[in-house]
Each structure stands twice: as structure tokens, then as C-alpha cells.
């Protein structure tokens, strides 16, 4: 079974940027599309944007512009680069397989202060 570990998460100013980081177990990784989703309390889990195993990628219209998705087949890992952050971006963020998903991993918190 596929496990999913989300890092790079932190605190930062409106403005700033960060860079997540989802390593996933397992070899079949690379045919899978992959996708960064974020939660707040109370809601649903937003998909915010997917990879394709050929590197297709998209956005929601709340980050595209701003976050940018990449993939690193070689090292089973998906990327999030998030720059010019707002407060609204403040959320727990996890990646999975969008349409499929298979077990969350613990996500990763991001804080994004005014």
C-alpha cells in the first residue's frame, strides 16, 4: 500500500513562499497523477492542483498564477512551490492520486500571517 509523507510546511508572511514536498512510497508511483489538496477546519479536502505521470499539470482558479506542481519520478516525490502567499492559503496541506485517493498521509501545515 502506497504511503504518502508531506513536508515543508511552516509559518510565513503574506507574500512569502514555501515549498511542500510529498514522497510516496511504493514503485508504481510514476503512473499514477498526483495532486496537492489543502483543508481547513470544517471543510472539505480542495484539490489545488495535479501533476500527470507526463507532467501535464492544473490548477484551481484560488492558486494558479501563484503555485506551480512538479514531479520527481527518480525520487517518488511531488513538489508545490507556493509563492506570493495570502492568508487564505492557510490550511493543512496533503497530496494524493485525485479521483482515487488511497490512504491520507498526516498532511503538513502551512500559517500564513497578514
Known amino acids: 500500500q502506497v504511503q504518502l509523507v508531506e513536508s515543508g510546511g511552516g509559518l510565513v508572511q503574506s507574500g512569502g513562499s514555501l515549498r511542500l514536498s510529498c514522497v510516496a512510497s511504493g514503485s508504481v508511483f510514476r503512473i499514477y497523477t498526483m495532486g496537492w489538496y489543502r483543508q481547513t477546519p470544517g471543510n472539505e479536502r480542495e484539490l489545488v492542483a495535479a501533476v500527470s505521470n507526463s507532467g501535464n499539470t492544473a490548477y484551481g482558479d484560488s492558486v494558479r498564477g501563484r503555485f506551480t506542481i512538479s514531479r520527481d519520478n527518480a525520487k517518488n516525490t511531488v513538489y508545490l512551490q507556493m509563492n506570493s502567499l495570502k492568508p487564505e492559503d492557510t490550511a493543512v496541506y496533503f497530496c494524493?492520486?485525485?479521483?482515487?485517493?488511497?490512504?491520507w498521509g498526516q498532511g503538513t501545515q502551512v500559517i500564513v500571517s497578514a
Open positions: 494524493n492520486t485525485p479521483g482515487t485517493p488511497g490512504p
